[in-house]
């Protein structure tokens, strides 16, 4: 089986369904001849030609709108926004278009899109390079967000995203793309070739929307978390020793909450973790679910470790991003007899 | 040397109407040109030679009923007859509707009044099954088209057989067999919609055509740059409609920037042909967008057309427009009212008499009145609606946990 990063699982899923489905498409700025600016649709122009993977001019709320017209249509648009920080030009059309036209128009026209995104820090980015906006989308119904954490994880939920019937944002852990970061960003860098996750076929898989996996079995505390966390997440449990369960929710909407209700119930504790920042981010949700299902199995207040209330600071990388440190500080609180 | 003078103080512009309440009228407009003035290019001509007709306005009917001028689009008395008869029965609808709301019958309504041509013959001119991205104004397309009136009122009073299941505000129609795409209700994202359409028709070699409205105060909205931008890029067989009313709810056409230059000349910079045509005539209106259509079928791309006409109306039954334009607006209007026009057009060359006017306008009228009697059997606003289950169906293909406990929680 052929060893992939995550840029090339995703390159993968989409050559697979470019293929496989002529009602496929792929734009988006530089996603033509250039193949991406983290060259995700690499040599797909030149392999299906000009018509299947083609540059579009710089305007998200356009590239957007015009995925949806093309989906309602019929064919299957797979559009890419170039960094999600960059996708807010097109939240309009996301919300106020995408997301409502199966239910405005009862059924009569749908929206089978793909919106990817890299998102995400840990690169130097800035302000503009770094954010994790999942919770913007997850609020807004009839949008579903999906997040991969893994090379094989991201090919079978990219193909699924296509053939899924409804708008999906695919949001790609853009610190990811070249290996398995756990958020220790002053050791040395581990690449994918040595991670089982980065065996990935070469043909048509899917994984289903809305199936969390369990990363790692535990039975002190769960540990809910998806993209670039759930790598700092197990560092966090390597260097604390805490016997953790770790959950890759892999998609926020639709959600898994048979599983996440399971291991809470069985552990007792739990901490959230996600990059982006705090307050109504997607970890108050979490929060409040795990509170309502199970509230009589909690030995201890759930714990929130999220990105802090403050725009992502470029000189501050590393003080700002949440590392494995915080994650065990945040599992020593939860465990606190 | 320079003329210009020592500098004052800077000042900030603010646009005004020449005209306000108390005071009469004033449509002084440089580009009103005589009916049949304005030249007709062949539809393969490059948009860089014909830029002069986003500055003039296409007419073909003059005031005296004629039809004169290369754009005449020479029609058989029979497609006019279709198209008056279009025009009254939208307006007879309109009529029944704006009353219906004045009665408590429903919440909200739209009028058309003024621009019937512009639907109807709009309608006329493209194919039955090109997609139409509208705004709210064109309901005149789904009954030039033979949309079912009691369908179109069950979804006004959001009763137990509007298909749309009482989801939309009244008049946000969708009606995928005619094609007539999902009304949003936000103004102006359709416009790229449309362009996305007309992009998907050409990649699967389609011969279908996208066809799309926008009003001239929602020019000013940035979709409308992504479509002429994508439109003009991937020349996609879209047509491009501004409706220029001249009014966005109390907005006079110059905070959108009407005062500079035409909005139909918006489309030269993207390097896209650019009519400009009064929208109240009914012949002018037709030939423009058969003009269009065949560019965009000939794999020409996208053209823009500006309607010329004016809002005779309030923008819904939720304003009073004599609060903020002068009340002789409707009358002084000097490119008059559409269905006059080509009435009088029709009886002019002898195709119609005033007896068969009479009776056309009766029979629209019955037509209109046995819609709404069926529909209000059916029930008006809140006295039927669709079952209250079915407000959690649609949101995705397969419903998820989420909705199923939410609809246990109010017991359905």
């Known amino acids: 089986m052929p060893t992939m990063n995550l840029v090339q699982a995703l390159n993968s899923a989409l050559s697979v369904m470019l293929q496989r489905d002529p009602d496929v498409l792929i734009f988006g700025q530089d996603v033509g001849f250039f193949g991406g600016v983290f060259r995700v649709t690499d040599g797909l122009q030149k392999r299906y030609g000009l018509t299947r993977c083609f540059d579009t001019p710089i305007a998200e709320g356009g590239i957007v709108a015009a ?6 249509y019929g064919l299957r648009p797979v559009v890419e926004i170039q960094f999600a920080d960059y996708i807010l030009p097109a939240y309009d059309q996301l919300v106020s278009e995408a997301a409502r036209i199966r239910y405005r128009s009862a059924g009569q026209f749908q929206v089978p899109m793909v919106v990817r995104s890299p998102y995400g820090g840990g690169i130097f980015g800035g302000q503009t390079h770094s954010q994790s906006p999942e919770a913007i989308f997850a609020h807004v119904s009839g949008l579903k967000t999906v997040i991969p954490s893994t090379p094989y994880d991201a090919k079978g939920l990219l193909i699924s995203a ?49 199936q969390a996996k369990i990363v790692r079995p535990g039975s ?17 449990v390597r260097d604390s020793g805490v016997d953790a369960e770790i959950l890759d929710l892999r998609s926020i909407v639709p959600l898994d909450l048979e599983s ?25 949700e979490l929060a409040a679910l795990v509170e309502e299902h199970c509230f009589y199995h909690l030995e201890a207040p759930t714990q929130r470790v999220a990105g802090f209330d403050v725009p992502y600071p470029h000189a501050f990388e590393w003080d700002y991003f949440v590392g494995p440190q915080r994650v065990v500080d945040a599992m020593k609180r939860v465990m606190v007899p | 040397m320079s003329n210009i003078p020592p500098y004052s103080p800077l000042q900030l512009h603010v646009p005004e109407p020449s005209r306000r309440p108390g005071e009469e009228a004033d449509f002084q407009d440089g580009t009103l040109n005589e009916a049949g003035a304005v030249r007709r290019p062949d ?19 003059d005031d005296n009923g004629s039809a004169v001028g290369p754009w005449n689009p020479s029609l058989h008395n029979e497609t006019l007859l279709r198209g008056l008869r279009a025009m009254l029965l939208t307006r007879a609808f309109d009529d029944r509707m704006y009353r219906a709301q004045r009665q408590g019958k429903t919440s909200f309504y739209m009028k058309c009044t003024g621009e019937e041509a512009i639907a109807c013959a709009q309608a006329m001119a493209l194919d039955p ?56 209700g936000n103004v102006g994202t359709q416009y790229c919609q449309a362009v996305g359409w007309a992009m998907a028709s050409a990649y699967r070699h389609d011969t279908r055509l996208a066809s799309t409205w926008i009003g001239d105060g929602s020019t000013a909205v940035g979709d409308f740059h992504h479509a002429l931008t994508f439109a003009a890029v991937y020349r996609a067989p879209v047509i491009l409609n501004i409706v220029n009313n001249q009014w966005a709810i109390s907005s006079f056409q110059g905070i959108a920037g009407g005062d500079a230059t035409t909005f139909a000349a918006r489309g030269i910079g993207y390097g896209l042909p650019s009519l400009r045509v009064d929208g109240n005539d009914f012949l002018a209106v037709y030939a423009a967008t058969q003009w269009a259509v065949s560019r965009a079928r000939s794999n020409l791309g996208a053209t823009v057309i500006e309607l010329y006409t004016y809002r005779a109306a309030g923008h819904s039954t939720s304003d009073d427009p004599t609060k903020y334009r002068a009340a002789e607006g409707k009358s002084g209007w000097p490119l008059g009212d559409p269905i006059d026009r080509l009435q009088r057009h029709l009886q002019a060359s002898g195709a119609l008499t005033q007896k068969q006017f ?30 209250v289950e079915s407000m959690f169906d649609d949101v995705f293909a397969e419903p998820d946990w989420r909705l199923a406990q939410q609809r246990k929680e109010i017991g359905v």
């Open chain 1, 162 to 210: 296509i053939l899924s019937d409804d708008p999906v944002i695919f949001l790609e852990p853009k610190r990811l793309y070249s290996g398995p970061f756990d958020g220790h960003h002053d050791r040395p860098l581990s690449s994918w070739a040595h991670h089982p996750a980065s065996e990935v076929p070469e043909g048509f898989y899917s994984i289903p929307l809305g």
């Open chain 2, 129 to 184: 099954k090109d997609m139409c991205f509208t705004t709210y104004r064109q309901q005149g397309i789904l009954i030039t088209r033979g949309y079912p009136l009691v369908a179109m009122m069950n979804q006004i009073y959001s009763n137990e057989q509007d298909t749309l299941k009482g989801r939309q505000l009244p008049v946000l129609y969708s009606a995928r067999d005619y094609g007539y795409f999902t009304l949003s």
């Open chain 1, 220 to 236: 002190d505390v769960t540990i809910l978390a998806y993209g670039t966390m759930v790598h700092v997440a197990q560092a966090a």
């Open chain 2, 43 to 61: 539809p393969v001509s490059a948009p860089a030679d014909m830029r002069d007709l986003a500055f003039s306005l296409i007419r073909v009917l």
């Open chain 1, 260 to 284: 996440i209700v399971a291991s809470v119930r069985k552990t007792g504790r739990c901490v959230i973790v996600h990059e982006a920042t705090l307050t109504a981010g997607f970890g108050a």
């Open chain 2, 358 to 387: 009479e009776q056309l306008s009766a029979e629209v009228t019955e037509e209109v009145r046995a819609a709404g009697a069926a529909s209000e059997a059916i029930g008006t606003l809140g006295k039927s609606r669709p079952t």
């Open chain 1, 67 to 72: 995925a949806i017209g093309m989906a309602a």
